[in-house]
């Protein structure tokens, strides 16, 4: 089992940065690859970015350039910097632990871009 719980969402205006993080407890977080997604109002959970095993990253064309995942393995935790920020960006931002099928996720935590 892994409990997830994501932090450091908040209000932002245009063209700031955020930094969000998910602190895993439980066992064996490094063999897990950590995903950041998102939900905006009204729209479909879209993938936002991914980190495997062995810290190689992938990323959404609307988010690619701005934002970056990364993991410490000593801390478990993964964390996500959004800089750039733009007002589409605004979503619930969830975590997600995946070893092939079996998941996990975070409540997700609130990011809202607005002047």
């Known amino acids: 089992q892994v409990q997830l719980v994501e932090s450091g969402g908040g209000s932002v205006q245009p063209g700031g940065s955020l930094r969000l993080s998910c602190l895993a407890s439980?066992?064996?977080?490094?063999?897990?690859?950590m995903r950041w997604h998102r939900q905006a109002p009204g729209k479909q959970r879209e993938l936002v970015a991914t980190?495997?095993?062995?810290?190689?990253?992938n990323y959404a064309d609307t988010v690619k350039g701005r934002f970056t995942i990364s993991r410490d393995n000593a801390k478990n935790t993964v964390y996500l910097q959004m800089n750039s920020l733009k007002p589409e960006d605004t979503a619930v931002y969830y975590c997600?632990?995946?070893?092939?099928?079996?998941?996990?996720w975070g409540r997700g935590t609130q990011v809202t871009v607005s002047s």
């Open positions: 997600n632990a995946q070893l092939s099928a079996i998941g996990y």
């Open positions: 980190i495997s095993r062995l810290a190689d990253t």
């Open positions: 439980g066992s064996a977080f490094s063999i897990y690859e």
